[in-house]
């Protein structure tokens, strides 16, 4: 789905599983990374490099609970944080975003159907807007019970473009 180069390592990203380390000299398949028996979840496929602190900011969703964890990767390629965030469902969970203070979540209604999976579906998710959606807002440094979650109408959002704090403190998504 998409690649990136952080601390001198070139991983291609899928939206479920480990990334997989490029050789940077001829592309070839260096095999799965997981930051040195670290990363015990999927890693998704659009990580955030902070152009600041030269962090690399991440989630990985599951079919099982947790289903979401908040990684943070440090300028040396260290995995330094893995924080499980409470889900009610496992949802398709596609993209973050991140600000200088804050991270947004998207808990949205695509949710993870078993009996799809069973039968085989190369998708097993399904549009259920019972289950309703909601943004939620964490500082950096926070954990599950720090995310203030706001509902929203339900929708689905592959890819965010940008976000930042306003004068306010209010984090503006785009």
Known sequence: VSVID????????????FPF????TDLSTVGPYDFAGQLKTWMTAHP??????GEMLMFGYGIEA???TFHRVDPTGALTRSVPIDLPA???MHDLQITAT????????????LNLAIAGSPFPF???????????????????TDVIWMDIDPCFIFHTMNAHDDASGNVVLE
């Open 6 to 17: 952080h601390a001198g390592r070139l991983l291609a990203l899928g939206e479920v599983g």
């Open 102 to 113: 804050k991270v947004v979540f998207m808990d949205l209604p695509i949710v993870f159907d």
């Open 90 to 92: 496992s949802v398709m």
């Open 48 to 53: 955030k490099l902070d152009p600041v602190t």
């Open 21 to 24: 380390e490029l050789s940077t």
């Open 66 to 68: 947790p289903f979401l």
């Open 126 to 144: 399904r549009w259920d807007p019972s289950t309703g959606a909601r943004l939620g807002v964490m500082p950096r440094d926070g954990g599950s």
